[in-house]
């Protein structure tokens, strides 16, 4: 199957750092990349939908300042996570959807990556 | 707004018994349901959809039918092994401009004793 590699897997860094995490799909063409983000014992949240050569659309409440996405090519979406700060230590989590080229077949299946576990100091 | 209500864990069961995890929905429109499956140290797996009503998901043993009027996609497996011990996702994609968004429940935590 589609495999999603995601790196780090795991990080810690100092408050006031900026940590960069890449998302990448090894064996198909994403056009659209999600980013997730896991609180203990809670869900998924989405964060923002990354997109292809275009900039990423955010959902309500997440700081785009904050969080840098980038999307430069169709296997490869990075999230920056700036001037990070203690509570921003969590689980980060990035999906790609295997694109089919036509929305009518498209193959509405996200791939996941392992998840990025951060810790801010 | 969409929502996704699994029952709470965890969940612990001895090896061969049959297994339950509820999970329903509230969406607008004709939502498609998943169940996702993170094994330790993973990344999320698809492990079973429907994309419409009355549609039954079936892969590894489990299975879920997409009920519409009691809005819930229930998961099911006959006889658990160890081996499926792992945390269960019930999403729902909503479609139209959620295109391709996943929301997801809270996750439960199975695990399976020999």
């Known amino acids: 199957g589609a495999v999603v590699s995601q790196h780090p897997s795991w990080v810690i860094c100092k408050s006031g750092t900026s940590v960069k995490i890449e998302c990448r799909s090894l064996?198909?063409?994403?056009?659209?990349m999600f980013w997730y983000r896991q609180f203990p014992k809670q869900s998924l949240m989405l964060m923002a939908t990354s997109n292809e050569g275009s900039k990423a659309t955010y959902e309500q409440g997440v700081e785009k300042d904050k969080f840098l996405i980038n999307h430069a090519s169709l296997t490869l979406s990075t999230l920056t996570v700036t001037s990070a700060h203690p509570e921003d230590s969590s689980f980060y989590i990035c999906?790609?959807?295997?694109?089919?080229?036509?929305?009518?077949?498209?193959?509405?299946?996200?791939?996941f990556g392992a998840g990025t576990r951060l810790s801010v100091l | 707004g969409n929502s996704v209500t699994q029952m709470e864990g965890p969940v612990t069961l001895s090896e061969e018994a049959f297994l339950t995890i509820n999970c329903t929905y509230t969406a607008t429109g004709y939502p498609s349901l998943f169940w996702y499956v993170q094994y330790p140290g993973e990344g999320l797996q698809l492990l079973l959809k429907?994309?419409?009503?009355?549609d039954k998901g079936s892969n590894k043993g489990f299975e879920a039918t997409y009920r519409k009027e009691t809005t819930s996609f229930h998961l099911e497996k006959g006889s658990v092994q160890v081996s499926d011990s792992a945390v269960y996702f019930c999403a729902l994609n909503a479609g139209g401009t959620s295109y391709g968004k996943l929301t997801f429940g809270q996750g439960t935590i199975l695990t399976v004793h020999p």
């Open positions: 429907a994309t419409k009503a009355d």
């Open positions: 064996d198909f063409q994403a056009t659209t």
């Open positions: 999906s790609a959807r295997d694109w089919a080229g036509d929305i009518k077949v498209a193959k509405n299946i996200q791939y």
